[in-house]
């Protein structure tokens, strides 16, 4: 069964940085692009981010996150990681990580990010 675990969320004020990662099981996690996810409070969820499962990551350039978030994994590990830098208030969301399998989407439970002083 494919799980995908978040954590790393939390309460950070403006400016932080902050990193999540994701665990992943149940499928081989070396052969999977992944991808995070966020979703605002009363707004869709947005990409964030991807990585193939080559390792070549980038960000979603169009949400205001160019060259403050960097994703990367660790296929020994099964894990994908969100670094977060220059935290506001806009990037207040739960974040999923999320990969796509034989055409069925899995997410994980997501870990909430709140960026307040």
């Known amino acids: 069964q494919m799980r995908l675990v978040e954590s790393g969320g939390g309460l950070v004020q403006p400016g932080g940085s902050l990193t999540l990662s994701c665990a992943a099981s149940?499928?081989?996690?070396?052969?999977?692009?992944m991808r995070w996810y966020r979703q605002a409070p009363g707004k869709g969820r947005e990409l964030v981010a991807f990585?193939?499962?080559?390792?070549?990551?980038?960000?979603n350039d169009a949400n205001s996150v160019k060259g403050l978030f960097t994703i990367y994994r660790d296929n020994a590990k099964n894990t994908v990681h969100l670094r977060m830098q220059c935290l506001n208030a806009e990037d207040t969301a739960v974040y999923y990580c999320?990969?796509?399998?034989?055409?069925?989407?899995?997410w994980g439970q997501g870990t909430q990010v709140t960026v307040s002083s």
């Open positions: 999320q990969t796509t399998s034989s055409g069925t989407e899995y």
């Open positions: 149940g499928f081989a996690f070396y052969r999977q692009a």
């Open positions: 990585i193939s499962n080559a390792g070549g990551g980038y960000t």
